[in-house]
């Protein structure tokens, strides 16, 4: 199975500041990487899909870049709105395999 | 508007069987591929199964394989998920998700709550 290592598992930022997230998987997964935002009590939303196309509805401050096995989430701009969980999702192989997650704070 | 709405959850004892629903409606069922994650209290995501729009492909996390089926009925635009040999890790709120591709999942419900405990 393909590990999907995320880091980092908590993190603090102050609005308006630049965050990036990680995504390191255990082989190449050829760009099949998604991006999910979870708020507090609320099911998953995808964000970001081909490791780099920004699904319909999602503000353009969020991005996704990578390649291979390394892939990373920016969010420009830290929002109030954006206080959440964030996973990855490998897409390349079944079974589907999910990064453990990071939790995103307003510092 | 894309929805769909789980169903089917509970309190189960160990060792019995449960099985979830999810009715969609605001799309073309028949022509999405479907999957179950399933989130355990104050965990991540696990996803846990994915069948294509027709049936013909069928997937399962390890940790399911042989206790759980995953199915579904166009006419009915219905996803099932039976669930056998129940265990007390099996405990999580349980989403389905359209996929297409599968790993792509736009649309989510709000989730079924299993609780498998004596």
């Known amino acids: 199975d393909i590990q999907m290592t995320q880091s980092p598992a908590s993190l603090s930022a102050s609005l308006g500041e630049t965050i990036s997230i990680e995504c390191r998987a255990s082989?190449?997964?050829?760009?099949?990487l998604a991006w999910y935002q979870q708020k507090s009590g609320k099911s998953p939303q995808l964000l970001i899909y081909a490791a780099n196309r920004l699904q319909d509805g999602v503000p353009s401050r969020f991005s996704g870049s990578g390649s291979g096995t390394q892939y990373s989430l920016k969010i420009s701009g830290m929002q109030p709105e954006d206080e959440g969980d964030y996973f990855c999702l490998q897409g390349s192989k079944f079974p589907l395999t999910f990064g453990s997650g990071t939790k995103l704070e307003i510092k | 508007e894309v929805q769909l709405v789980e169903s089917g959850g509970g309190l189960v004892q160990p060792g019995r069987s449960l099985k979830l629903s999810c009715v969609a409606s605001g799309f073309t069922f028949s022509n999405y591929g479907m999957n179950w994650i399933r989130q355990a209290p104050g965990k991540g995501l696990e996803w846990v199964a994915y069948?294509?729009?027709?049936?013909?492909?069928?997937y399962y996390a390890e940790t399911v394989k042989g206790r759980f089926t995953i199915s579904r009925d166009n006419a009915k635009n219905t996803l099932y998920l039976q669930m056998t040999s129940l265990r007390s890790e099996d405990t999580a709120l349980y989403y389905c998700?359209?996929?297409?591709?599968?790993?792509?999942?736009?649309?989510w419900g709000q989730g079924a709550s299993v609780t498998v405990s004596s």
């Open positions: 069948i294509s729009s027709g049936s013909s492909y069928i």
């Open positions: 998700a359209r996929g297409w591709p599968y790993y792509v999942m736009d649309a």
């Open positions: 082989e190449d997964i050829y760009s099949n």
